[in-house]
């Protein structure tokens, strides 16, 4: 039943957009400082989300480039996020050098590395280790703060623990299918837990958005 689950979902979870789009819509007038980033996130989610079933219904034999640009992108506006959040936690140069950084290092990985028609593996790795490293982070400033008494009813401990659980679940998935290449069905239903993750970030994300107001 869960396997008939993930394979369902593996078809069908681009709905999920559907779900915070409609609550940042909503809620488009709080969205500020680093909320806006979570606006351009979920907006470049269904960009990239209509590119690629427009390539697959064209029969475009390789859309590796697109996911390229999407992990660059995506990167981008989530270390802007916690960026615009950190304010002077700590030294700003430090995240804009992390953002710059990973940005020129998923191009140089793109073009002369791993290429753009094979799967970035190496950005993407890289990528979940850092969200989750400044998902962590939030936290502890979450922690340190004494004006957050209620943090779940703050929208960035539920963007947070949506990033978290997003990224911590797709390391282990990257790990583990090295060892499942051979096996299209266990593939397929390690893609469908990917779809599961994205499930809970979106669900996350609509929830933190709507509690907007309570910034």
Known sequence: MINSFLLWLLDNVHYVLLFSVTIALIRYKFLKNELIYIWYFILMGIFFEILSRSLLFLKVPNTLPGLHLYTTL?????????????????????MTYLIVGFVIFAIINAFFIQGIYNFNTNASGLEGIIVIGLSLLCFYKMLM????????????????????FYFAGNLFIYFLSNYIKG?????????GMHAFLMLILHLFIGIGLWLSHRR
């Open 74 to 94: 995506e990167f981008l506006l989530i270390g802007l996020f916690y960026q615009k959040y950190f304010g002077d936690f700590f030294n700003k140069n430090l």
């Open 145 to 164: 703060e004494l004006d957050t008494r209620n943090p779940t009813n703050q929208p960035i401990f539920w963007i947070n623990s949506g990033f978290l």
């Open 183 to 191: 096996d299209n069905h266990l593939l397929s239903l390690a893609w």
